[in-house]
């Protein structure tokens, strides 16, 4: 990533799920820019705080917690505040896509995936619209999967058509309050955790075959498009879905 948004240093950024796979790497994108960055995860995410203060001089603040405890996110957001100032940008990161055979989920099974994967971004998103700075910038991770319809991810693929739904519905809200709100659909990333469970040799060649850049994503495919997004760069854009995949869907 070389692109240089000038107006994110010293920033406030909150990043959910900033401490591993495509957060993790969003986060060192706006540490590289000068932003002050916080992020919740529930894993320790020690030795990545440590990694990125001896790279980049400064530490993001990890605030370790579930964001499906909704009330546990957003004192995690107020903490952001009181160490970094009011809210410039939120990105909308956590999500776990398993798959489930339709026939086999259960209500429970239902609820659990809604609640990461839908749920808590709402109430990250309604959280952030009390403590934001003027014009700030709300950025919501989706996934082509809504696009594709992908099979064996009905949970996960109507959460993100949600997520589209969703963000639509608050930039016409909140746009009089000068917040921005748009959505990011990667397509896919290979985080290491797609690499364990998933990333077969056969489903990497099916899926290449799919895109039109070919080359397989990593997370710091991701960093440009989410800068541009929490920059003033893209300061008329709102209620907008981009689709960073390498060319499998069309948005237009």
Not at 99 to 115: F, G, K, N, V
Not at 171 to 176: D, I, T
Request: glycine share 10%.
């Amino acid at each position: 990533m070389n692109a240089t948004f000038h107006d994110l240093k010293d920033t406030s950024v909150f990043v959910t799920g900033g401490g591993n796979g495509i957060g993790a790497a969003l986060t060192e994108g706006f540490l590289a820019q000068g932003a002050k960055v916080a992020f919740i995860g529930r894993s320790d995410a020690s030795d990545f705080v440590a990694k990125m203060a001896d790279k980049h001089r400064a530490a993001p603040l990890f605030i370790q917690g579930d964001i499906t405890d909704i009330d546990a996110l957003q004192f995690a957001m107020d903490q952001a505040v009181a160490a970094h100032g009011p809210l410039n940008a939120l990105v909308n990161n956590a999500a776990n896509d398993m798959r489930y055979d339709a026939m086999q989920i259960t209500e429970e099974i239902w609820d659990s995936q809604q609640a990461i994967n839908f749920k808590a971004y709402f109430f990250a998103c309604q959280k952030a619209a009390q403590v934001m700075a003027p014009k700030g910038s709300i950025i919501n991770y989706s996934s082509i999967t809504y696009m594709m319809g992908a099979a064996g991810l009905a949970p996960y693929v109507s959460a993100n058509a949600g997520i589209m739904g969703m963000t639509r519905a608050l930039a016409r809200e909140w746009g009089p309050k000068g917040i921005r709100v748009n959505a990011i659909a990667p397509g896919w990333v290979l985080t290491e955790k797609q690499e364990t469970m998933w990333a077969t040799p056969e489903a990497k060649a099916a899926f290449l075959q799919k895109q039109c850049l070919q080359e397989f994503m990593q997370p710091e495919d991701l960093i440009g498009g989410t800068l541009f997004l929490a920059s003033s760069a893209s300061a008329m854009m709102t209620g907008q879905t981009i689709a960073i995949d390498a060319g499998v869907v069309g948005t237009g």
